[in-house]
């Protein structure tokens, strides 16, 4: 339930960032993340929960009702689901992150001729979003589909240091039914931002 999941305190391990490697560089503590708001029309009230891996490495948003659909049988608007994450993460003074690396996972129904769509992005409360990813999902499918967004670390958008900044992640799913007008739909199982040694969440000194 979102009123639990609001509730509930993400505990993330530590990871240093490729250019601060040191175990000194490393936050001390606990990171924890807490989730403040959910919103979007792939994720109502009582449809996403939020769990946290059993080495603290990874926090996983898993959705139960994030579908798009298209073709016979769906409404003009069902074409297009989306979903906002709100996210606080609580770290030591004196050091600062960035998101590196998600993944994103689901499935497809899609005749020949139709397609889906699956889109992301995130920004720091304040500053610009950054440019959406696009992946592409090609008819005739019946599978489940995976997409990763890894971003280079020259290119890592760091929140700012000293202040308090709510993390938005954004994530979006499409599905276009063919000239047939066949059902098609696609769906988002879940959201997974991990931190281990590929560097998927950096953290840097300010």
């Not at 016979?72 to 600062?96: E, M």
Request: charged share 15%.
């Amino acid at each position: 339930m979102l009123s639990v999941m609001a509730a509930t305190t993400l505990a993330l391990s530590l990871l240093v960032a490729p250019e601060a490697s040191s175990a000194a560089d490393v936050p001390p503590g606990k990171i924890t993340v807490d989730v403040v708001t959910v919103n979007g029309s792939g994720c109502p009230a009582g449809t996403a929960a939020v769990a946290v891996s059993d080495d603290n490495t990874a926090f996983t948003v898993t959705y139960s009702d994030y579908t798009a659909q298209a073709g016979a049988g769906s409404t003009p608007t069902q074409f297009r689901k989306n979903c906002q994450l709100n996210l606080r993460v609580h770290y030591p003074q004196g050091f600062t992150f960035g998101i590196a690396k998600a993944d994103y996972r689901g499935f497809a129904q899609l005749p020949r001729g139709a397609k889906g769509v699956q889109k992301a992005s995130y920004y720091f409360a304040g500053q610009s979003s950054t440019v959406a990813s696009t992946h592409n999902i090609a008819g005739p499918k019946t599978d489940n589909w995976q997409f990763t967004d890894t971003t280079n670390v020259a290119e890592i958008v760091f929140a700012p240091c000293g202040m308090v900044r709510h993390l938005n992640v954004n994530t979006e799913v499409r599905a276009f039914t063919n000239t047939s007008n066949q059902p098609a739909f696609v769906s988002m199982d879940s959201t997974d931002g991990s931190v281990n040694t590929r560097y998927q969440f950096a953290w840097k000194r300010c």
